[in-house]
């Protein structure tokens, strides 16, 4: 059941147009990601809640407009054909989600973590400052895990006003139809299908009106949203590394959005130049305020003489994960226990039969002591070797050469530990 609230005021024509401004931008953001993330080989971010047989490589969503010729009949297709399906399933999805959320309300004047990014940093956040009094949780994100206990958690769906899902669907229509008639803006219509959750979201957010606004996003569509909306209070946590190790030594690679976020922002941080890195890759200006905290994890005996080997989660790079566990399984059988950590914001279903096949076990909370750790350039590299999981083995799937090197060295290391216990079996049976 929804809640009861006031009727929403007319926008005049100055807040319509910024408006109109901020979801041209946030939908810029995506554009530009998708353009970035191509360049690495990574999927299109955010395509996980797609029907598995719909999922789009990113191939589709970047080459398709450079093809000039097919831009029309290609648009055509897209706008009346296929957009029209993902918005029906999103409000048919929403509205299934709205009938089994309880009556819920958010109380004038309490802090709200926006759920659209992963949340397990929170209980270490929690040790340094006062967390948000609510988690709002997405309809369409996977379930939250190890929040602090003083957060409760508001579904989205439940706060939804019934006027709102009308006015989020045309609000997305005539975002496309005006992107239609603007030959500058038909990369944007490609991204269309994701307006319908973004006017959900800022509609709801309006709504409530928050004393402070969290979010664990830091260039995305919801990092614009958070930035354009009237909030007076907005904190972002650091969730991920924002530059990487390009193939040129020592030169660092990151996203540089444009426009980047303008308002004034506290940031939460873990990683020691955060603040050097946010100030060029996110922010137009220093946060006006900066709180550094250090990740903890839980570490676990896996009670196991076999060497044991940690693969890291990413939903931008499953098959090749699934191809990496299925090639470990076969080389070394028996001789090796596998573990899994999925990545906090992605859903394993669609990878769970392979998991079963090559007998890996799934560890979303903890992670295994002593641990061979297979990677990918992720945050969470920081903390390993710290909690005595090494030797590191960093997949960069971006450069095929890289990888094939990186896969050498870990069967190497692994052969290694396997002969050097055989010696000591062998040795103790004498």
């Known amino acids: 059941m929804s809640v009861s609230l006031p009727r929403r005021p007319k926008r005049s024509t100055f807040a319509r147009a910024a408006f109109t401004s901020l979801y041209d931008r946030a939908l810029e953001a995506e554009s530009q990601l998708v353009t970035f993330h191509t360049w690495h080989r990574r999927a299109v971010r955010e395509m996980s809640w797609l029907p598995h047989a719909w999922r789009l490589r990113e191939s589709l969503i970047v080459k398709l407009p450079m093809l000039y010729w097919l831009k029309p009949i290609g648009l055509t297709i897209w706008v009346f054909l296929v957009q029209p399906v993902f918005l029906f399933r999103e409000v048919w999805k929403l509205c299934q989600a709205r009938k089994q959320c309880s009556k819920q309300t958010i109380a004038l004047g309490e802090s709200v973590f926006l759920g659209t990014s992963i949340s397990d940093m929170l209980p270490t956040v929690a040790k340094s400052v006062p967390v948000p009094d609510v988690y709002l949780s997405l309809p369409w994100r996977t379930p939250v895990q190890n929040l602090p206990d003083q957060m409760k958690v508001i579904d989205l769906a439940g706060l939804v006003h019934p006027q709102d899902i009308g006015i989020a669907l045309a609000r997305t229509w005539k975002a496309t139809l005006r992107h239609c008639v603007t030959p500058k803006k038909w990369h944007l219509i490609l991204y269309g299908y994701m307006g319908f959750r973004w006017h959900i979201v800022y509609l709801t957010l309006e709504h409530i009106a928050p004393a402070e ?29 924002l530059t990487m190790q390009s193939k040129t030594e ?134 390993l070797e710290n909690l005595g999981i090494k030797p590191i083995f960093d997949f960069d799937y971006g450069f095929t050469e890289k990888v094939i090197m990186t896969r050498h060295a870990l069967y190497k290391y692994i052969t290694h530990r396997l002969s050097s216990k055989s010696q000591v079996q062998s040795k103790c049976a004498e």
């Open 250 to 383: 020592g030169i660092a690679v990151g996203f540089q959005p444009d426009p980047k976020l303008t308002n004034s922002w506290r940031l939460l941080h873990f990683t020691p130049n955060a603040l050097s890195e946010f100030s060029d890759y996110v922010f137009t200006s220093p946060p006006r305020e900066q709180v550094s905290f250090s990740p903890e994890f839980e570490v676990f005996d896996p009670r196991t003489d076999k060497p044991v080997v940690l693969v890291v989660g990413s939903p931008h790079i499953y098959s090749e994960q699934m191809e990496e566990l299925k090639a470990l399984r076969q080389n070394f059988d028996s001789r090796i226990e596998l573990f899994y950590r999925p990545h906090p914001r992605a859903d394993t279903h669609s990878i769970d039969t392979i998991l079963q096949e090559v007998k890996a076990t799934v560890v979303p909370l903890r992670l295994p002591q002593g641990a061979i750790c297979v990677t990918y350039p992720s945050t969470l590299n920081h903390s």
């Open 213 to 241: 606004l969290w979010i664990a996003n830091h260039y995305d569509r919801w990092a614009i949203l958070a930035d354009g909306i009237d909030v007076s209070r907005k904190t972002m946590v650091q969730h991920g590394q």
